[in-house]
């Protein structure tokens, strides 16, 4: 069974998606392009331009665009000039990936399953749960979703994000929650000592850990950092001591770290070197590690991304395959490849992997951490 272990069914891009207004959302949108490496164009005449058009460099405020489509994509004025960025790949239309683009190009590509990641500038927990349930309910034991909050809330009203959970759960094709710390923390004043690890958290904690709902730890943007920076260097080995932490207080729960590790921050020479520290985590036997390279490295290096391969035999051997999960980003992996290409990494290439390592990584780790035993 091959198994993608991160994908999106995405809404259409400038549409409201259950925030109160359509301004406010996007806005979340520029916050998340203006942050983001895609480059940037002159629709007149093509001509390089950057992010300065969206987000001031500086202070990080945002500018005062007006949005707009250009040949059906994505585009901002400013100044009298039109821009835009390829964000979703230009073969998506109407700015969306609704479940039966996604469920066809998993026949395709011969993937069997495909587990749905959220996002909030993809939809409000409400939106992107209900919409997202309906994906995996037309497309049973094909796709499965992680369960959306808003981490801010865990503040205002505990037993009301676990209540909702709970919920979500019980409706079925749920394989786990997805948490991002640095949301938590943008809802704490810059003094708080708090983590999402706090004392004030744990009723919560404790109700995921007796649901025995898997978590999906997305480490990026933690204490400090700016949405519009998307650093991941600025605390992410001080969100992964938090991490650490959690997993010895709740051991024998599923743990899946998204997206990878920080690959481009630590990129030196064309070379990939992590400090000792970040397998730190792994030394829990319930911590996994999904690995997106195309969708991470695509702008720098080519298909079949070969400059990868060291550090991909390297997290072998120090977490070992059957706790790597592969996965795509699918459909923004399209940016830079197809969605064969994506898997064929490691289904054709990598040649140091044996068929069983092979078999874990594309589906075998995956399966166990969702419950899939068919």
């Not at 850990?209 to 920076?229: A, C, D, H, Q, W």
């Amino acid at each position: 069974m091959i198994i993608d272990g991160h994908s999106y069914c995405l809404p259409q891009m400038d549409s409201k998606v259950g925030y109160p207004t359509l301004e406010h959302k996007m806005k979340l949108l520029q916050s998340e392009l203006g942050g983001h490496i895609q480059p940037v164009w002159n629709v007149a005449d093509r001509k390089k331009a950057d992010n300065s058009t969206l987000i001031d460099q500086h202070t990080g405020d945002l500018r005062d665009v007006e949005w707009t489509r250009v040949n059906g994509g994505l585009a901002w004025k400013i100044d009298g000039q039109t821009y835009t960025k390829q964000y979703v790949p230009p073969m998506l239309h109407n700015l969306e990936c609704p479940p039966e683009v996604l469920i066809r190009e998993m026949d395709y590509a011969e993937v069997d399953v495909g587990l749905l990641h959220t996002y909030p500038m993809i939809g409000t927990p409400k939106f992107l749960n209900d919409y997202l349930n309906k994906a995996v309910q037309k497309f049973p034991k094909r796709l499965y979703r992680l369960i959306s909050i808003r981490e801010g809330d865990l503040i205002r009203d505990v037993d009301k994000v676990i209540e909702m959970i709970d919920e979500q759960r019980r409706l079925g094709g749920v394989a786990g929650l997805q948490f991002i710390p640095g949301f938590y923390y943008q809802t704490l004043d810059d003094s708080s000592p708090d983590t999402w690890d706090s004392a004030s958290l744990r009723p919560f904690w404790d109700a995921i850990y007796k649901m025995n709902l898997p978590v999906y730890f997305t480490l990026i943007g933690g204490r400090g950092s700016k949405i519009y920076e998307r650093s991941w260097m600025d605390s992410y080995l001080a969100e992964q001591k938090v991490l650490l932490g959690w997993l010895n207080r709740y051991p024998g729960l599923n743990v899946v770290v998204t997206h990878g590790l920080p690959w481009t921050g630590y990129l030196e020479n064309g070379q990939i070197n992590f400090p000792e520290e970040i397998w730190d985590i792994f030394k829990s036997p319930n911590c996994h590690l999904q690995i997106l390279i195309p969708i991470q490295m695509g702008a720098r290096w080519e298909y079949p991304w070969k400059e990868s391969e060291p550090i991909i035999k390297k997290a072998i051997e120090r977490i070992g395959a059957n706790r790597i999960i592969w996965g795509t980003d699918m459909p923004m992996v399209a940016r830079f490849c197809t969605y064969k290409q994506a898997l064929d990494q490691f289904r054709v290439h990598c040649d140091f992997l044996s068929d069983a390592e092979r078999k874990d990584i594309i589906g075998g780790t995956a399966a166990r951490v969702m419950g899939i035993t068919n």
